[in-house]
T-cell receptor
């Protein structure tokens, strides 16, 4: 069964600290893996996208890693800011019948406090 | 223009009303999507349009009726909805069904059915 699991479900950190979010997936055939940031009541905003051959990708203070062998990804946030408070969703794509289908994780809810 | 624009941002409707949600993009994307998202859950795919033709209908009740008048515009017509249909409705677009890059979400319409 194609699944994307994220941990932790929720996380509280202090402003300025670093944190790492985890994503494990069982999706086949793998096409790509994306991390999205979603503020409450808003649409998801893309942070990174990685294909099978990419191990790491950065977007400012966000760095995503991908281990295609173990089917794991992580999102590292450096020097967190209050505006980082949001849900972070790991999304894995699988190519089925000529369509790139997205499989969503349930997200990690991050709260950054001053 | 790298955005997907959704209107209205908020909508409150009665169970006997007819309303429409609108989604627009000018990125030249030929695939457009409707998702439904309940609180603290990942988005659920409803419909997929490819080159203005309905490609996927994920067994959505007929009280939701999609329409793609042209390559830039996607509508979702609503009629006789139930309170449990209250959710965030997200539109997304991508280059086409087979291209991983460029998958962009709109900011959503918060729908409340009373």
């Amino acid at each position: 069964k194609n699944q994307v699991e994220q941990s932790p479900q929720s996380l509280i950190i202090l402003e300025g600290k670093n944190c790492t979010l985890q994503c494990n997936y069982t999706v086949s055939p793998f096409s790509n893996l994306r991390w999205y940031k979603q503020d409450t009541g808003r649409g998801p905003v893309s942070l990174t996208i990685m294909t099978f051959s990419e191990n790491t990708k950065s977007n400012g203070r966000y760095t995503a890693t991908l281990d295609a062998d173990t089917k794991q990804s992580s999102l590292h946030i450096t020097a967190s800011q209050l505006s980082d408070s949001a849900s972070y969703i790991c999304v894995v794509s699988a190519m089925w019948e000529d369509t790139d289908k997205l499989i969503f994780g349930t997200g990690t809810r991050l709260q950054v406090f001053p | 223009d790298t955005e997907v624009t959704q209107t209205p941002k908020h909508l409150v409707m009665g169970m006997t009303n007819k309303k429409s949600l609108k989604c627009e993009q000018h990125m030249g994307h030929r695939a457009m999507y409707w998702y439904k998202q309940k609180a603290k859950k990942p988005p659920e795919l409803m419909f997929v349009y490819s080159y203005e033709k309905l490609s996927i209908n994920e067994s959505v009740p007929s009280r939701f009726s999609p329409e793609c008048p042209n390559s830039s515009l996607l509508n979702l017509h609503l009629h006789a909805l139930q309170p449990e249909d209250s959710a965030l409705y997200l539109c997304a677009s991508s280059h086409d069904l087979q291209v991983a890059y460029g998958y962009t979400f709109g900011s959503g319409t918060r729908l409340t059915v009373v």
